[in-house]
């Protein structure tokens, strides 16, 4: 059992409610998808092949317990499921980031997965799986990245229309460099909605084109 990975680094969390945690990533190769504001285009073909064994090796190697699996799209590699399973058996909390076009119920319910929301800017709302957010554990979250007024409101329909039941955590993140977000935060506090706003911290710790961080 192998998959193909682009690179696995130690970081510090920074797109979920566990930001700001030391992590390891596992970032694998291939996606499905071609986001226009997607900032790990690099993963689209680079990678290795790696078998589970290999990764869970490099994983040992550092002293951390929370890894995420990341991309890319995980879920298009058929033995990512089994990679999440392992590492969950061993302890691990792992976190799973997904562009929300795959079927999530194919991975471990005690995974955290970290759902992606499409809309406008991104060129591809309409691959969005929404039916995956009646899949969805109580742990897991939800996130939107938001590049403008038209992708907010779409953002705050969904919220306010489909989500305005669920428990699950919503993050609203803007576009690093495009929305600002001071800008986010005022639209947000203007409706009321009972999200979070969110940065991509490790953007602001480093270079926020740097790898492997």
Known sequence: MSLKVN???????????????????????????????????????????LSIAEI??????YNCHLVEITGGEPLIQKETPRLI??????????????NGSQDISIVDYRCVKILDIKHHLSGLNTNNGLDNLNKLSYHDEIKFIIANRVDYEYA??????ILKEKK??????????????????????????????????????????????
Not at 13 to 34: D, H, K, M, T
Not at 156 to 161: C, G, R, S
Request: charged content about 20%; some cysteine; aromatic content about 12%.
């Open 168 to 213: 699950n955590l919503i993050h609203f993140s803007p576009v690093y460099g495009v929305l600002e977000p001071n800008i986010l935060a005022k639209w947000i506090l203007e409706d009321s909605l009972h999200v979070r706003l969110h940065l991509q911290l490790h953007k602001f710790i480093w270079d926020a084109n740097a790898r492997g961080v």
């Open 7 to 49: 690179e696995i680094f130690y970081s510090i969390q920074g797109e979920s409610s566990y930001s700001g945690l030391p992590c390891i990533f596992v970032r694998l190769a291939g996606c499905n998808l071609r986001c226009s504001y997607c900032d790990t285009r690099y993963s689209y073909d680079e990678g290795i092949i």
């Open 85 to 98: 399973f392992d590492l969950l058996e061993q302890d691990y909390t792992v976190l799973l980031e997904t």
């Open 56 to 61: 869970k090796d490099k994983i040992i190697s």
């Open 156 to 161: 705050k329909k969904i919220v306010m229309n």
